[in-house]
């Protein structure tokens, strides 16, 4: 049974490659990649991360990998079009892997379509899928001026106006 979170590690006694939805998930049956079947009881929040270490009951540590899947990037030169794919795909909720020059999301055609109507190529491929954490997500973070991690402020009991 895989139950904690634990520090990376490079030296680790096995490894679990899920894809992002199952990443998603606290509790969860599979196996690991030599096969050997494995539970997940972890805490309900944020999704594992590529490269995340986890802990089973016997003290083992295992890594995640995120696995290969069917993604479809959105790809332009020009930053306003690539922000407005960025903004109308959040609009629905999609989560969105950001990278250089690139939107990438879950192969859907609903949104394909959308993304071929605002303007942007769009390329479907498979690989591994690491969405933005979200604004809110337990551990966010900025970038200050100087590079640097800046903590995020989170206001719990501001007021609705």
């Not at 696995?67 to 629905?92: K, Q, S």
Request: glycine share 10%.
């Amino acid at each position: 049974m895989l139950d904690a979170r634990t520090p990376a590690s490079p030296a680790v006694d096995g490894e679990l490659l899920l894809p992002f939805e199952l990443r998603r998930r606290s509790r969860l049956l599979t196996k690991l990649t030599d096969g050997t079947p494995v539970g997940l009881m972890l805490d309900r929040g944020a999704p594992l991360r590529d490269g995340e270490c986890l802990r089973s009951t016997d003290g083992r540590r295992y890594r995640v990998r995120a696995a290969d899947e069917d993604v479809m990037d959105a790809r332009c030169d020009e930053p306003t079009l690539l922000a407005r794919v960025a903004y109308h795909l959040g609009n629905r909720h999609a989560p969105l892997q950001i990278g250089d020059g690139f939107v990438r999301f879950a192969a859907d055609e609903v949104l394909a379509t959308m993304v071929r109507g605002l303007g942007a190529a769009l390329v479907s491929t498979r690989a591994p899928f690491e969405p933005e954490p979200g604004a809110y997500a337990a551990g966010a973070h900025t970038h200050g001026a100087d590079g640097h991690h800046a903590p995020v402020i989170h206001d719990h009991h501001r007021s609705a106006r």
